[in-house]
């Protein structure tokens, strides 16, 4: 497996910012690129993009080594086999595509978390429309993101070989992604402390991702050892 951080060359940002990308998919076929292959090859790479003043940069987890079809732009690579320890303790952060699977139609259909849990608020209260909930009464945004976040990472914590630290979690940054104007994919971003419980379904996740959305940059757990 390889690590790789592609980022724009000393520069070249602008030209880089200039060519962001216009939506998931786009961006999804670019970084393709980076990874050629025949035809009805499966996505061996998860990835994530991050921003800093503009400039996109691209952490990606891969089978194969990238190469470097774009100009403009840098790549640093090297080997990823994570050495892990039972009760180490680790920075994370995460963009995840938090849905949970609701019963519909004798099949399970998948729901956003964040609307599921609205759903749940109003069933509650016997309310069809979040709207005719009173604004002074209802929990803001930014309170449901993060309790049905922790929620969907809490429970797949023992199963991904980690335990969470309730107090150092951040969930937010929750947003609906269109692609060709539909809202296809959403998305929120954790960030926190995280406490390593089974070291090799811990490193299975580092390489595979956790949750749904990997081609469109949702999944990639980045971590850093805790000084």
């Given at each position: 497996?390889?690590?790789?951080?592609?980022?724009?060359?000393?520069?070249?940002?602008?030209?880089?910012?200039?060519?962001?990308?216009?939506?998931?998919?786009?961006?999804?076929?670019?970084?393709?690129?980076?990874?050629?292959?025949?035809?009805?090859?499966?996505?061996?790479?998860?990835?994530?993009?991050?921003?800093?003043?503009?400039?996109?940069?691209?952490?990606?987890?891969?089978?194969?080594?990238?190469?470097?079809?774009?100009?403009?732009?840098?790549?640093?690579?090297?080997?990823?086999?994570?050495?892990?320890?039972?009760?180490?303790?680790?920075?994370?952060?995460?963009?995840?595509?938090?849905?949970?699977?609701?019963?519909?139609?004798?099949?399970?259909?998948?729901?956003?978390v964040v609307m599921d849990e609205k759903r749940r608020l109003l069933q509650e209260?016997?309310?069809?429309?979040?709207?005719?909930?009173?604004?002074?009464?209802?929990?803001?945004?930014?309170?449901?993101?993060?309790?049905?976040?922790?929620?969907?990472?809490?429970?797949?914590?023992?199963?991904?070989?980690?335990?969470?630290?309730?107090?150092?979690?951040?969930?937010?940054?929750?947003?609906?992604?269109?692609?060709?104007?539909?809202?296809?994919?959403t998305s929120i971003d954790f960030s926190g402390e995280l406490l390593v419980t089974?070291?090799?379904?811990?490193?299975?996740?580092?390489?595979?991702?956790?949750?749904?959305?990997?081609?469109?940059?949702?999944?990639?757990?980045?971590?850093?050892?805790?000084?």
């Amino acid at each position: 497996m390889y690590f790789s951080l592609i980022l724009p060359e000393p520069g070249q940002e602008r030209v880089a910012a200039r060519a962001h990308l216009t939506d998931p998919y786009a961006e999804h076929q670019w970084l393709w690129r980076w990874f050629p292959a025949e035809a009805g090859t499966a996505r061996d790479f998860i990835y994530r993009r991050r921003e800093a003043d503009g400039i996109p940069r691209y952490y990606v987890v891969s089978k194969r080594h990238p190469v470097q079809p774009q100009p403009g732009w840098s790549l640093q690579c090297r080997p990823y086999d994570p050495e892990l320890a039972k009760g180490e303790r680790l920075a994370f952060d995460l963009r995840a595509n938090a849905v949970v699977s609701r019963p519909a139609d004798g099949k399970g259909r998948r729901h956003d978390v964040v609307m599921d849990e609205k759903r749940r608020l109003l069933q509650e209260r016997g309310l069809e429309q979040w709207s005719r909930w009173d604004r002074s009464e209802r929990p803001p945004l930014y309170e449901i993101v993060h309790a049905a976040g922790y929620r969907w990472l809490a429970q797949r914590a023992e199963a991904c070989g980690f335990q969470l630290d309730e107090a150092q979690l951040r969930a937010d940054a929750y947003v609906q992604h269109r692609i060709k104007g539909a809202v296809k994919f959403t998305s929120i971003d954790f960030s926190g402390e995280l406490l390593v419980t089974d070291p090799e379904k811990f490193k299975a996740v580092l390489l595979k991702g956790i949750g749904h959305a990997k081609a469109f940059g949702c999944g990639l757990l980045l971590v850093r050892r805790l000084v």
